[in-house]
């Protein structure tokens, strides 16, 4: 069993916004990344308010104690920024802070693919109802 | 309440407090090297040594002289399978062994592949069983060993050790016998069995860890490991090194209580994992066993959660204190899923969420309830946050 640091055990046990978000409302942009196969799948959901900033976050991961707790602290991270700001948290910063051992930086890098493409749903919404 | 549930008796059993009182001696006052036996300190290490081996050999059918002292069962599976390759090397290259094998055998194996042997790794259905007919098959003239375990580590599966010590000695074919897990668990009568060497370890039979067994039989024509550990010649010249004299005694000791208690504690405790297997499945939903709780030993359970990766499931029941296993070996320095299940057919969605529960002399009805329970908040706490389980569960609302 992989020792873990105390803040991914903190995270693991009390993931923080943990949950969905409807997936068809036009400010909702959903992104997955990941595989049952691998091992590893995780669900992010963001919605946009004003200004480009993300105001709600749930997340779900199919993983072990590091992916949780990367997609956890994903969304603490990301709360409340505008989509630039959230796109510029990287996964290095992310294991980092995790003290994720070299096996399970997959986790954060997860992590932040399924934000991308999160990112990538809601412009992709927002760019066919303008039009 | 938190309580402390031990079941993973699979990785190693807690010592007895028998064994542990019988070593204690040995350690202290009876320090003497068996190999010096002219004086009172030797004699009475060497006096214990003779005794632990007969308690050993008598646990599987074996005599005395057979027994050779090992650190453990990894050793002793490298002894036999590289041993009867190097000695027998002029009469084949031929090993033939199993997908489904402990990596003590599997990697000795490999090696071995490289160093110019042919290895045959023999598929198993969807049980884990082998096909007899195919292992007939596969014998060729070049074939010198066959290496199968007695009960898979990882699943309970048993395989059918005495038709496969038939065909092997019908074929003249040595047969090694990985009884790691089968040892003290189920009934093994190595004569009956027709099995030359058959590996045994103290630790997953409430015995001390770094100590073990090999087998050898002294039938004719002669069976004989080459040695892989040199220096002063020790049992037989098949394994140097100074005895570890209290590890023996715990080992002998151990086995001794096995054959004791060995038929009622089988049935107890396939009993307990009943309770467990049906507290579980009542209960939870999505949930598949690996393996065949009619052709396993009753004490291992293997069962795959839907939508709740092992790892996660693993923590998450350690924070309630009860201690599993992951079916799949993803967080061992292996990563990746069990090759047990891959090799029984089952697809790596199904390897990632397999937990294995393995219970043993010390577990209580009230400790396999608590587990029940824990299984049970474990899995609906870990399916909430799990999209897999979103999913399927949609997926069952629209049909």
Same mark, same amino acid.
């Given at each position: 069993?992989?020792?873990?640091?105390?803040?991914?055990?903190?995270?693991?046990?009390?993931?923080?916004?943990?949950?969905?978000?409807?997936?068809?409302?036009?400010?909702?942009?959903?992104?997955?990344?990941?595989?049952?196969?691998?091992?590893?799948?995780?669900?992010?959901?963001?919605? +946009?308010?004003?200004?480009?900033?993300?105001?709600?976050?749930?997340?779900?991961?199919?993983?072990?104690?590091?992916?949780?707790?990367?997609?956890?602290?994903?969304?603490?991270?990301?709360?409340?920024?505008?989509?630039?700001?959230?796109?510029?948290?990287?996964?290095?910063?992310?294991?980092?802070? +995790?003290?994720?051992?070299?096996?399970?930086?997959?986790?954060?890098?997860?992590?932040?693919?399924?934000?991308?493409?999160?990112?990538?749903?809601?412009?992709?919404?927002?760019?066919?109802?303008?039009? | 309440?938190?309580?402390?549930?031990?079941?993973?008796?699979?990785?190693?059993?807690?010592?007895?407090?028998?064994?542990?009182?019988? $070593?204690?001696?040995?350690?202290?006052?009876?320090?003497?090297?068996?190999?010096?036996?002219? #004086?009172?300190?030797?004699?009475?290490?060497?006096?214990?040594?003779?005794?632990?081996?007969?308690?050993?050999?008598?646990?599987?059918?074996?005599? =005395?002289?057979?027994?050779?002292? /090992?650190?453990?069962?990894? @050793?002793?599976? !490298?002894?036999?399978? /590289?041993?009867?390759?190097?000695?027998?090397?002029?009469?084949? !290259?031929?090993?033939?062994?199993?997908?489904?094998?402990?990596?003590?055998?599997?990697?000795?194996? @490999?090696?071995?592949?490289?160093?110019?042997?042919?290895?045959?790794?023999?598929?198993? &259905?969807?049980?884990?069983?082998?096909?007899?007919?195919?292992?007939?098959?596969?014998?060729?003239?070049?074939?010198?060993?066959?290496?199968?375990?007695?009960?898979?580590?990882?699943?309970?599966?048993?395989? =059918?050790?005495?038709?496969?010590?038939?065909?092997?000695?019908?074929?003249?074919?040595?047969?090694?016998?990985?009884? /790691?897990?089968?040892?003290?668990?189920?009934?093994? &009568?190595?004569?009956?069995?027709?099995?030359?060497?058959?590996?045994?370890?103290?630790?997953?039979?409430?015995?001390?860890?770094?100590?073990?067994?090999?087998?050898?039989?002294?039938?004719?024509?002669?069976?004989?490991?080459?040695?892989?550990?040199?220096?002063?010649?020790?049992?037989?010249?098949?394994?140097?090194?100074?005895?570890?004299?209290?590890?023996?005694?715990?080992?002998?000791?151990?086995?001794?209580?096995?054959?004791?208690?060995?038929?009622?504690?089988?049935?107890?405790?396939?009993?307990?994992?009943?309770?467990?297997?049906?507290?579980?499945?009542?209960?939870?939903?999505?949930?598949?066993?690996?393996? #065949?709780?009619? !052709?396993?030993?009753?004490?291992?359970?293997?069962?795959?959660?839907?939508?709740?990766?092992?790892?996660?499931?693993?923590?998450?029941?350690?924070?309630?204190?009860?201690?599993?296993?992951?079916?799949?070996?993803?967080?061992?320095?292996? $990563?990746?899923?069990? #090759?047990?299940?891959?090799?029984?057919?089952?697809?790596?969605?199904?390897? !990632?969420?397999?937990?294995?529960?393995?219970?043993?002399?010390?577990?209580?009805?009230?400790?396999?309830?608590?587990?029940?329970?824990?299984?049970?908040?474990?899995?609906?706490?870990?399916?909430?946050?799990?999209?897999?389980?979103?999913?399927?569960?949609?997926?069952? @609302?629209?049909?």
């Amino acid at each position: 069993m992989m020792h873990y640091s105390d803040k991914v055990m903190d995270h693991f046990n009390n993931p923080r916004n943990v949950g969905s978000l409807d997936e068809n409302d036009p400010d909702v942009g959903v992104g997955t990344f990941g595989s049952p196969e691998c091992g590893d799948v995780m669900k992010l959901y963001i919605r +946009l308010g004003e200004n480009r900033c993300i105001i709600d976050v749930k997340f779900k991961t199919f993983g072990c104690g590091s992916a949780i707790a990367s997609g956890s602290l994903l969304t603490e991270k990301i709360m409340g920024k505008t989509i630039d700001e959230a796109m510029a948290v990287t996964n290095g910063e992310i294991a980092r802070e +995790l003290e994720l051992p070299p096996v399970k930086v997959h986790c954060s890098v997860m992590a932040q693919e399924a934000l991308k493409a999160a990112v990538a749903d809601v412009r992709q919404k927002r760019r066919q109802n303008t039009l | 309440m938190k309580q402390s549930v031990y079941l993973d008796n699979g990785a190693t059993t807690p010592m007895d407090p028998a064994v542990l009182e019988a $070593m204690l001696p040995y350690y202290r006052e009876h320090f003497g090297n068996p190999a010096s036996a002219i #004086h009172a300190y030797g004699l009475a290490a060497s006096q214990a040594v003779e005794t632990a081996r007969r308690q050993v050999a008598q646990l599987i059918g074996a005599r =005395p002289g057979e027994i050779i002292w /090992t650190s453990g069962a990894t @050793e002793s599976d !490298n002894l036999a399978i /590289t041993g009867i390759a190097q000695k027998y090397r002029d009469k084949g !290259n031929h090993i033939i062994t199993c997908r489904t094998e402990h990596k003590a055998v599997l990697d000795t194996c @490999e090696y071995l592949g490289h160093k110019g042997f042919e290895i045959t790794y023999l598929p198993v &259905d969807r049980k884990g069983m082998i096909d007899l007919e195919q292992l007939r098959q596969v014998i060729s003239e070049q074939t010198i060993l066959i290496s199968l375990m007695a009960v898979n580590n990882e699943t309970g599966v048993i395989h =059918p050790v005495a038709q496969i010590g038939a065909i092997a000695r019908e074929r003249g074919v040595f047969f090694h016998c990985d009884a /790691t897990q089968a040892a003290g668990k189920v009934p093994i &009568d190595v004569k009956a069995m027709k099995i030359d060497l058959l590996s045994l370890s103290g630790h997953k039979i409430y015995g001390p860890k770094g100590v073990g067994a090999l087998y050898v039989s002294d039938r004719q024509p002669l069976v004989r490991p080459a040695a892989i550990i040199h220096g002063g010649g020790h049992e037989q010249g098949m394994r140097s090194g100074t005895l570890n004299v209290p590890g023996i005694v715990g080992l002998g000791r151990a086995c001794e209580i096995c054959r004791e208690v060995m038929p009622q504690e089988a049935e107890r405790l396939k009993k307990l994992a009943d309770r467990l297997y049906h507290g579980i499945i009542d209960r939870v939903d999505c949930v598949s066993l690996n393996g #065949h709780r009619d !052709n396993g030993v009753g004490h291992i359970l293997n069962l795959a959660f839907a939508s709740v990766e092992g790892e996660t499931f693993t923590l998450m029941m350690d924070m309630r204190g009860v201690a599993v296993s992951t079916g799949s070996a993803c967080t061992s320095t292996a $990563m990746g899923p069990s #090759h047990v299940l891959r090799a029984m057919g089952a697809g790596d969605e199904v390897a !990632n969420v397999s937990i294995r529960f393995s219970l043993g002399r010390f577990n209580t009805e009230e400790e396999i309830d608590y587990a029940v329970e824990s299984v049970i908040e474990v899995v609906r706490k870990a399916r909430e946050i799990s999209p897999l389980y979103e999913n399927a569960t949609k997926q069952k @609302e629209k049909t």
